[in-house]
């Protein structure tokens, strides 16, 4: 299936409303490539960013979004620390881990800090196809709305697989 094509499809079956979205990561270049996805995704409503992990728990209290687009090596807290943090609120967002470090042990990390899935940064252009297929799986018109879960398994998630590409 081509997520380009499906982009109006999940614009329509999302709902009515746009999905309030954290994007957290370190890089001012990445932050943009993530917010031009959402963009071009829809239904995706960009209400702030955050560049390291202290940020991200504050932006979440603040903000609360119902989406964290969250990157692992992060300055001062890591992303997967920061998850940990935030999945202990009462209604945590449903976080996605977007990061470049695409091994198993980053994976498991991610999974048992809570967080709902797992995108990787390859490098290759995959990415943008990637996310859209995250967003799909979690916010598409077979899914409710629903607050994240306080953990979630990664088993089965068509993004949660390891690269080929990479050999993991």
């Known amino acids: 299936m081509v997520m380009n094509r499906r982009a109006p499809d999940l614009i329509e079956a999302i709902s009515d409303t746009r999905v309030k979205t954290l994007v957290v990561d370190d890089s001012p270049f990445m932050l ?27 932006q979440v209290s603040a903000l609360s ?8 090596h992060l300055p001062h807290l890591n992303g997967i620390q920061a998850t940990q943090y935030i999945k202990q609120r009462e209604h ?5 881990i977007v990061t470049s470090d695409d091994t198993s042990a980053t994976r498991s990390m991610a999974e048992n800090a809570g967080a709902d899935g797992f995108v990787a940064k390859d490098g290759k252009g995959n990415l943008r196809r990637q996310l859209r297929a995250a967003l799909q799986s979690l916010f598409g018109p077979n899914t409710p709305r629903r607050m994240a879960p306080a953990r979630a398994s990664f088993a089965g998630s068509p993004w949660s ?4 590409e990479h050999g993991t």
């Not at 979004?65 to 692992?72: I, K, T, Y």
């Open 92 to 96: 945590p967002p449903i976080i996605l």
């Open 32 to 58: 943009k490539i993530l917010a031009q996805i959402l963009e071009e995704t829809g239904n995706f409503e960009l209400v702030g960013s955050a560049t390291n992990g202290w940020q991200a728990i504050r």
């Open 65 to 72: 979004p119902e989406l964290v687009l969250m990157d692992f």
């Open 161 to 164: 697989q390891p690269n080929q």
